[in-house]
Structure formats: structure tokens, C-alpha cells
């Protein structure tokens, strides 16, 4: 048997509503993984090794006034810092800390560079000028990637390496002044995934 619907105000105010819904543009909800920026913390290495040409190398690996040093142009490699970055982070930047001073009056100069293979290959060396003031020289920033591209396995201790050069840059420095290196630090800094779900509400272009 077929049934008639009756044309009355309800079903009429329906079809109306359903009309109006389907003119409205699209929501499209679409699942995203909330992200966090975070960092590792300092951390001190707890290898010092090849190049392995300065005086007294593994004194920089902690803050104790104990000094690494050297008086000509040479470099010295530091290694194992132990960072914990989590699966699935974007690296965002990286920070090399050096505690270091001029025994003289400053002007000599300390380079750093940093491998992701144990010294095969390098990032370009960034510089910092000393004085006769032990000083905390912080090189790269939180968004400073070094011009490298870092996999997550790239920091792990078999391959992760900060390599220290001193550097006399002419009659600013002394030819027999030593640079003193007390500490060298590393920092991570990463975007991370929490592990939660968002909803991100997006409309549709073709609505």
C-alpha cells in the first residue's frame, strides 16, 4: 500500500532546514597530533677523543675550573652527550655552549662545528671571540640547524660530535696566549609529538 506523507508546516519547515544545511559550506574535521617545542637541556660529553690535539682535552667535560688548552691551531673532538630526543620530533635547532677564556688579554679565537656521522662529515664552523674573562659563549639558537637536515639517529653517541678548533685571527691575539676551555655543552631543540589527538576543523573550498 502506498502511503502519503501530509503536505503540512512540519514537513515543509524540513525540507526548508535540510535546503539551508546543504547550501552552508562544509566542515571537514580532520585528526592532527598535537605538537610541542621542546629541548634536551644542556648536556656535557662524556668522551673527549679524536682530533685529539689539545693539552689536557677531557678537562672540558665538566664545569671545574680544571682547563683544556692550547696554544696553536688545533682541534679537539667531544662526544657521547646522551641525548633522549623523542620518536617522530622535527629538529629545530642546536646550541654549542663553551665555558673558555684568553689566558692573555682576548682577541684569540675558538671555532665549533658539528658532525652527524663521528667526523666524516661536518656542518661550517661557527666562531667566538675570547677574553681574559672566563665567559659562557653560547653558538647557534633554538632555530639555528647549522645548514644540516639532522635525522633523530644523527644525535645518538655512535655519530653526534662537537669538534673545538682554536683560532688565531692575526695581532689581536697572541702568539703564545693559550685558550683555556673549562666546559663544553650541548642543547637539542625539538618539536615534538604529545601523543594526543586534535580535531582541526577545516572548511571545505567548495562550499
Excluded at 526548508?16 to 660529553?45: N, Y
Amino acid at each position: 500500500m502506498l502511503t502519503t506523507l501530509p503536505n503540512n508546516g512540519t514537513s515543509r519547515g524540513l525540507s526548508l532546514s535540510l535546503s539551508l544545511l546543504l547550501a552552508l559550506p562544509l566542515a571537514l574535521l580532520i585528526p592532527a597530533a598535537e605538537t610541542f617545542a621542546a629541548d634536551t637541556g644542556f648536556a656535557s660529553p662524556t668522551t673527549s677523543g679524536a682530533p685529539n690535539e689539545w693539552a689536557n682535552g677531557a678537562n672540558a667535560l665538566l664545569s671545574d675550573n680544571n682547563n683544556a688548552n692550547t696554544s696553536d691551531e688545533a682541534t679537539q673532538g667531544y662526544r657521547d652527550f646522551g641525548f633522549s630526543v623523542p620518536v617522530d620530533s622535527v629538529i629545530d635547532g642546536i646550541e654549542v655552549a663553551l665555558e673558555a677564556e684568553d689566558e692573555a688579554d682576548g682577541g684569540c679565537e675558538l671555532k665549533a662545528r658539528l658532525s652527524w656521522d663521528d667526523g666524516s662529515q661536518f656542518t661550517d664552523r661557527k666562531t667566538v671571540t675570547l677574553t681574559g674573562t672566563k665567559t659562557i659563549h653560547t653558538l647557534g639558537s633554538s632555530s639555528d640547524k647549522w645548514g644540516h637536515e639532522w635525522l633523530l639517529s644523527e644525535f645518538n653517541d655512535a655519530n653526534f660530535m662537537v669538534e673545538v678548533r682554536y683560532n688565531d685571527p692575526g695581532s689581536a691575539c697572541g702568539n703564545n696566549d693559550d685558550a683555556l676551555l673549562d666546559h663544553v655543552q650541548a642543547r637539542v631543540h625539538y618539536t615534538a609529538p604529545t601523543g594526543r589527538i586534535i580535531i582541526e576543523k577545516q572548511t571545505n573550498p567548495d562550499g
